[in-house]
């Protein structure tokens, strides 16, 4: 089992940034993918961001791209997400997840998930 815990997320206002951060414990692989999943109101949750063991590749969805930034630090086992120019369709409960797979874009690629974050951005 691995357990990922969440932190960061709340109130912001459009334009503004956010940090999150998730945690990883338990019976982690050495070499896993860490991903951002996001899910508004009435919305399928959608894929934000991942980054594979390494951290030598990172994949984006486009609505993000240039805005937000994934990054690991593995001695941590600590996943980021920093998010830059805040606009009220990022307004979502956001989720950590892990994969044993690899890096991907699907949700049916990552075997656990953290509890979840709120981000709510104010126009």
């Known amino acids: 089992q691995v357990q990922l815990v969440e932190s960061g997320g709340g109130l912001v206002q459009a334009g503004g940034s956010v940090s999150l951060s998730c945690a990883a414990s338990?019976?982690?692989?050495?070499?896993?993918?860490m991903g951002w999943f996001r899910q508004g109101p009435g919305k399928e949750r959608e894929f934000v961001a991942a980054?594979?063991?390494?951290?030598?590749?990172?994949y984006y969805a486009d609505s993000v791209k240039g805005r937000f930034t994934i990054s690991r630090d593995g001695a941590k086992n600590t996943c980021y997400l920093q998010m830059n120019s805040l606009k009220p369709e990022d307004t979502a409960a956001y989720y950590c997840?892990?994969?044993?797979?690899?890096?991907?874009?699907?949700?049916?690629?990552?075997?656990?998930w953290g509890q979840g974050t709120q981000v709510t951005v104010s126009s």
């Open positions: 997840a892990y994969s044993s797979y690899g890096l991907g874009y699907s949700r049916y690629e990552y075997d656990y």
């Open positions: 338990g019976r982690t692989f050495s070499r896993y993918t």
């Open positions: 980054i594979n063991w390494s951290g030598s590749t990172t």
